[in-house]
């Protein structure tokens, strides 16, 4: 058996959620899937596109301190090969109120640009085709 048509969530906790959605929901456009409130002691939200084979979810625990990103090399890396859709998918950022930042790896700085969530993980938007 492979992983080849498996669908992939990305869980992580956070310390507020409310504070990761209009980044991850008003800036990179992603729909709220679903969402959990006091569910054996953890609060959750799961943002996506209905029907890609991805999402994420980001999860509160209760009495638990989640924290910050551990290093500034903790990414997410989109790759939007179409100038026009990079550019809107950056606009768009800018429009909710996020800034870029300077990637901690300058090679990320070359084709794209690198937004910070308020957990202090990184995105990046990459002007590129993947495995170029």
């Not at 990761?20 to 959990?36: A, Q």
Request: hydrophobic share 40%; net charge negative.
């Amino acid at each position: 058996m492979t992983l080849e048509h498996a669908t992939i969530r990305i869980a992580r906790p956070t310390d507020d959620l409310d504070a990761l959605l209009p980044f991850y929901r008003d800036g990179l456009g992603f729909s709220v899937l679903y969402e959990f409130r006091d569910h054996d002691d953890f609060d959750g939200v799961m943002l996506g596109h209905p029907g890609a084979p991805y999402h994420m979810e980001f999860t509160t625990a209760h009495g638990h301190a989640a924290g910050r990103a551990p290093t500034e090399d903790n990414l997410l890396v989109f790759y939007l090969p179409e100038a026009d859709r990079f550019a809107a998918a950056v606009e768009r950022m800018r429009a909710a109120g996020f800034s870029p930042v300077k990637a901690f790896n300058a090679y990320w700085d070359a084709k794209g640009v690198t937004f910070e969530d308020p957990d202090g993980y990184r995105v990046v938007l990459q002007n590129t085709s993947w495995g170029a």
